[in-house]
């Protein structure tokens, strides 16, 4: 029989008396004997280390290991399902060298990871021999679904010898049993954050973007239970995280129950597998999380095929041989997709989706290249609402248009983007266009999921970039934003900076210092503060910009120089032998239509 632990320098006659110990046995329902007791508490006193028995119901003694009982790893003990919250049929006794018998953090700690029907604590003590201490799940739970445990002693050894721990173990299973039904389907979702700081290589420290995730996981309806962050040159191959901290994570899950951790970072294939693997409980990161937040918040048809194009492609390099740990553990954040059904975990099934999906977006965008066309013929300028998740798009949009778009004060409110007409004080009249928010780490394959809605932003011939200026991260969130716009290939784009929420700072140098040189204007959308001077603003914008060209319009063309002089656009004209060669300033949004005609 083997024993367990860290057995380097243990001479051989006390290795011999920790096997010695396989020989023992315990009466049925009985926690220990006396002669167990002083064989492992003998050990102890010699070496000043703890040492750990587990025994089964049968009273079988099935392992002996030397040091912390919190490092235990049982083989015959198989891990339980974990929506099985019966007893494991398993006890551990163990001995404290320093004969303070009080159960530690660590040992209430692997009382519950492992569900131990119990766990006790022995050492001796000078006046009244040896002595224990009992710990065991009470089978109830507190108002946090917490399960609650119970202590007893510390007592005589002797004492603890007489409890009947059969029918102990039988009540506490019943209770357990009756919760199981409970607790089946509509388990909460409890979630511990998880985050590395990378010294110098972010913009955003390691607080904010934890606090950023809190959000997100918040609007993705987790309940947050617990949260780690560490300091790392680089993440850790296999766990992401550094050895220690999954340690430390493994015992907050015991402590609080929860059942989800989310990293701030995107996880391996292998990282995320290794620490499902560890953890036993669902592992995502933060792209899984904003795809989840998607997939519950895409209204149309096209935003929908997208999200659940980016869940599908997300999803299939991490189907490890026995399929993902995450369908195995039932739904929640992660598995949910945009429809009504759960997202495929089927390799072969997930290929003929993708291909499917591929093909009605394809077919989508054809009817949008359509209304697009037709929206040229119109030649009414685009303005893009663009900016940083809840920077106040949505709410800046009603307040000019009078519309009703969804706004809330939760992270991605908007997905799909909508337009109104808007016909500004001096008759210029615009088309005004609610994107979804951006942020910072945004997965590039959402990017690409969305490139089609965001071709609004790449059509657009004016940017309001929308700032959420309360915010102290609003630097970061520009440059968060920047980003993106610069993987849409349109951050050279005329820009104005909307800094919204105004009402919220009343500190003028402030919104100097924010303006600084930058185009810009401070607003509120909320309260209504300089929206009038945003809208001129906007009407400068397309008066000021105009371009100039040189056109040759063919003498058939007559009719397009009417409408140049409708638009009051013609500077000179001149009469060769191929057509009409005009000077022209046209409005940017006009040039399109004129382009194929311009002599340069
Ligand atoms: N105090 C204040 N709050 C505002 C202002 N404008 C918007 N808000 C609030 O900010 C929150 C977010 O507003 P939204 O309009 O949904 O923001 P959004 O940019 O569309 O956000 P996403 O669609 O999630 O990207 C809401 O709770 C708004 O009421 C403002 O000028 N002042
Ligand atoms: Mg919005």
């Known amino acids: ?121 022995i050492g001796r003590h000078h006046k009244e021999g040896v002595i224990g201490s009992l710990g065991f799940f009470t089978g109830e739970q507190n108002d946090e679904g917490v399960e609650e445990l119970s202590q007893l002693g510390p007592v005589k050894a002797k004492v603890l010898d007489q409890i009947n ?34 010294p110098g290589q972010q913009l955003w420290t390691i607080e904010e973007s934890m606090a950023e995730l809190a959000r997100l996981a918040d609007t993705a309806g987790a309940k947050i239970v617990g949260q780690f962050t560490q300091r790392k040159e680089k993440p850790d191959a296999a766990f992401f995280l550094g050895k220690g901290k999954v340690s430390e994570i493994a015992m907050e899950i015991q402590n609080t129950n929860a059942n989800l951790l989310i990293l701030d970072d995107e996880l391996t294939p292998s990282q995320q597998h290794n620490l499902e693997q560890t953890l036993g409980i669902k592992v995502i990161d933060r792209t899984a999380l904003i795809l989840d937040i998607f997939a519950q918040r895409a209204r149309s048809r096209e935003g929908k095929l997208q999200v659940e194009l980016a869940q599908l492609r997300y999803n299939l390099p991490r189907l490890g041989g026995q399929g993902l ?37 394809e077919g989508l965008k054809k009817s949008r290249h359509l209304h697009r066309a037709r929206r040229k013929e119109s030649r009414i300028p685009l303005v893009a609402l663009v900016g940083y998740t809840n920077a106040g798009k949505s709410t800046l949009l009603n307040k000019l248009t009078g519309s009703e778009v969804f706004a809330e004060d939760k992270l991605f409110a908007t997905l799909d983007p909508t337009t109104r007409h808007l016909v500004l004080p001096e008759k210029q009249e615009i088309l005004l266009t609610d994107t979804v928010g951006f942020i910072q780490k945004l997965p590039h394959t959402l990017v690409t999921a969305f490139r089609a809605t965001l071709e609004e932003v790449q059509e657009a011939d004016m940017l309001l970039h929308v700032v959420d200026c309360s915010n102290v991260n609003f630097e970061q969130q520009i ?10 290939g349109a951050e050279t784009k005329p820009t104005l900076y909307v800094f919204n929420k105004a009402d919220r700072i009343d500190n003028d ?10 185009e810009g204007i401070c607003i509120s959308a909320r309260t209504g503060e300089n929206l009038a001077a945003l809208q001129a603003k906007i009407e400068g914008f397309f008066q000021e910009n105009q371009i100039k060209l040189t056109l040759l319009i063919p003498y058939d063309k007559g009719g397009m120089i009417t409408e140049l002089h409708a638009l009051n656009a013609v500077r000179s004209t001149e009469y060769v032998e191929q057509g009409t ?20």
């Not at 140098?509 to 930058?518: G, S």
Request: hydrophobic share 40%; aromatic share 4%; net charge neutral.
């Open 1 to 121: 029989m083997q024993v367990n632990g860290d057995l380097a320098n243990i001479k051989t006659y006390i290795l011999d008396k920790l096997k010695a110990i396989y020989e023992l046995s315990v009466p049925i329902g009985q926690l220990s004997t006396k002669e167990l007791n002083e064989h492992m508490l003998e050990i102890t006193d010699i070496l000043e280390r703890e040492v750990a028995v587990y025994i089964n119901r049968q009273g079988r003694i099935v392992q002996v290991s030397l040091g912390d009982a919190d490092t235990v790893d049982l083989p015959e003990f198989q891990r339980q399902a974990r929506s099985d919250r019966r007893l494991s049929g398993i006890r551990c006794i163990h001995t404290h060298p320093s004969g303070d018998v009080r159960l530690s953090e660590p040992d209430l700690s692997s009382l519950r990871r492992l569900r131990f029907d119990c766990m006790a604590a």
């Open 165 to 198: 721990l059969n029918m102990l173990v039988t009540v506490v299973n019943k209770k357990l049993g009756a919760q199981n039904l409970k607790n089946t389907d509509a388990e909460e979702e409890r979630a511990i954050l998880a985050g590395v700081e990378r």
């Open 325 to 361: 740990v995450l369908s195995r553990l039932g739904g929640g954040i992660g598995t949910r997709g945009p429809g009504e059904t759960k997202l495929e975990v089927d390799r072969r099934r997930i290929y003929a989706k993708i291909h499917d999906i591929e093909k009605q977006i």
């Open 479 to 488: 440059a968060a934003v920047i980003e993106v716009l610069k993987e849409l």
């Open 509 to 518: 140098n402030l919104r100097q210092q924010m303006l600084h040189d930058r």
């Open 581 to 600: 060669l005009v000077e022209v300033s046209l409005p940017v949004s006009e040039k399109d239509k004129y382009l194929p005609y311009s002599k340069e």
